[in-house]
């Protein structure tokens, strides 16, 4: 089977390496292209591909599959680029964070074409280009893929093929859902940690905080160093539902501060704290998708969980001491503030 | 050497494990005491303390050095406790994540004592408790010495020496530039990690969403795992300064969001990516604290290295693509609302 792979970036290169590692089994040859002539020799020199060709053109002739690992914004001139020549039988899948535009584009670029279908594998990581690619990447991971109105069995098939080979996790989506989701669990973390590192940045402060700052910083501000093209990309195809997310995200920020604020809101404060921590613990160690209690005892048991851990051991004695301490320290509190005062 | 180490959780038994291991050099002994005898059992089984002792006053009987590695608010309560037996030769050292509202404990339940020093070492992890403690934990972390105006030169040298054989790196403060600066680099953090997860657990499409996120998603939230109480805490003992940062975050994200919404700011909105991921790079890689460029041409290459970087090769590249299609993509929004309206 002849593969052509049109982006040979970190998610092109890492596609490639896992293909050609199973070659032998899966029978195939990946013909590399990429808009930098050295990023595409680079990725044949790390073993993504067999070879590499000079146009988009040339390397779809005769393929079978053909994969789109282009930034995001660059996958219309590459559907440009190839729609003259490419094969009706071929199967195409692209890579991109978001699937609405690229659906869009399809429809005006390949109108008629049966073999279309959108991919989207839930990996990376912060380094880019053929050097950081892994055969492993897709272990695991999420592989979204959503279908058009028009595309073949044959193509979606291909497209459950592709994600198994390289061992990722397959779910549909139509486009509008899959948007919506990634706006809130990958675009909005990724804008949380931009702005929270710019901030930083910018603060007259930050040489000192730059000293101080820990593993915690780092992690939480790990997605700031995104590829800015990537980044740029998504927010620019995926705007509505990045801007909802960012409005309830400002939302939730607003609520903390008032919970904190407010000594009269302690109690709430706790509760909060412990709850989401709570959540997060369940959400790490493996809890996640739909829960279907399979009887009513289980159902309830899920359902109070939270209110379990609150009433067990230190918890309910920590809760107890918010409630009893909070008046000492609005008392405290208020002589703090008169004192200023008379300053 | 007699070490009483009060509070035998994570940071309590990571450090009472370093001086023990040490012990042959640093000739210590070390009692631990914690409110929950089986916690303090614990960190003598994990080899963290020498004996454990029953109440506080018995812990610190004849101690050189005093240790308070409690939770935050139980500081009040464990000076409360020692003040009437404490030694006046005893250094007292407390490893709280906020100082002001500790130094004002020190000064009413200790107005006379020369050997209270504070101590914040910047390091920690999500687990907590003796069996999650790290000999290693303080290696390479920075740890702020935060002296009162009475503290003693001893004192102040006992703070210098704990934190040197745990393998920190020290520096000084004051009380309120301490809580400032932690405020923006480590509880605005974990402020914003709890509410993105609060935020998205609260979502009616979570089961969707916690199967879609990746590595990205974990570690963006990973704060919002802090144990509760610790988050309550620091929370209700720096109120101003982390309610200022919140609402710098805030207007950071608002307009993040502008320049989101509004195409006519894409420029403006890919060089803000840019920047950011250009500086993330930088502090990752070691850039931090004061420069002190040598002379003016170090200073003006320092100055100038983000335009450098947006001149050079892609970058450039990406960014004439961004003002070129911006035009475009103005049209093709414009057809699309255009067409909403029609439907």
Redesign the interface.
């Known amino acids: 089977m002849r593969v052509a792979i049109l982006g040979t970036g970190l998610i092109g290169s890492s596609l490639g390496l896992r293909l050609r590692r199973d070659a032998a089994k899966t029978k195939v040859e990946v013909i590399g292209y990429d808009r930098?002539p050295d990023v595409a020799q680079q990725a044949r020199k790390v073993g993504a591909v067999d070879s590499t060709a000079h146009t988009p053109q040339q390397a779809v002739e005769g393929a079978d599959l053909i994969i789109l690992a282009t930034p995001l914004?660059a996958i219309r001139k590459m559907l440009e680029e190839i729609a003259p020549v490419v094969g009706p039988d071929a199967v195409i899948i692209d890579t991109g964070s978001t699937k609405a535009d690229v659906l869009r584009w399809v429809d005006e670029l390949l109108p008629a074409h049966e073999g279309f279908v959108g991919a989207h594998p839930?990996?990376?990581?912060t380094q880019t280009g053929p050097e950081a690619a892994d055969a492993d990447l897709f272990e695991g991971?999420?592989w979204?893929i959503v279908p058009t109105t028009r595309t073949s069995e044959r193509a979606t098939n291909a497209a459950l093929w592709l994600a198994e080979t390289v061992g990722a996790k397959s779910?549909f989506m139509d486009a509008s859902e899959h948007d919506?989701?990634?706006a809130?669990?990958?675009h909005?973390?990724?804008?949380?940690?931009?702005?929270?590192?710019?901030?930083?940045?910018a603060?007259d402060?930050w040489?000192?905080?730059?000293?101080?700052?820990?593993?915690?910083?780092?992690?939480?501000?790990?997605?700031?160093?995104?590829?800015?093209?990537m980044?740029?990309d998504i927010?620019?195809t995926n705007?509505e539902h990045?801007?909802h997310w960012?409005?309830?995200?400002?939302g939730?920020?607003?609520?903390?501060?008032e919970r904190?604020?407010d000594?009269e809101l302690?109690e709430v404060?706790?509760r909060?704290?412990?709850?989401?921590?709570?959540?997060?613990?369940a959400?790490?160690n493996g809890?996640?998708?739909?829960?279907e209690p399979t009887d009513t005892q289980a159902g309830a048991a899920a359902a109070f969980s939270f209110q379990d851990f609150l009433a067990g051991g230190?918890?309910r004695e920590?809760l107890s001491?918010?409630t009893g301490?909070s008046e000492r320290?609005l008392e405290e509190q208020g002589r703090r503030s008169r004192e200023r005062r008379e300053v």
Do not use: C, H
């Not at 839930?122 to 990581?125: E, F, V």
């Not at 960012?246 to 400002?250: D, S």
């Not at 939730?252 to 501060?257: F, K, S, T, W």
């Not at 909060?272 to 613990?281: I, P």
């Open positions: 930098y914004l839930m990996a990376g990581k991971a999420r979204v779910m919506a989701y990634v809130a669990i990958s909005m973390p990724m804008l949380a940690a931009t702005a929270l590192f710019a901030m930083e940045r603060s402060a040489p000192e905080l730059s000293l101080l700052a820990a593993g915690g910083f780092r992690d939480t501000t790990r997605l700031a160093g995104t590829d800015p093209a980044a740029f927010a620019v705007r990045t801007i960012l409005n309830r995200y400002i939730a920020l607003i609520d903390l501060r904190i604020a000594p302690e404060l706790f909060q704290l412990a709850e989401t921590s709570f959540e997060y613990s959400f790490i809890k996640v998708g739909r829960e230190w918890m920590k001491e918010v301490d320290r």
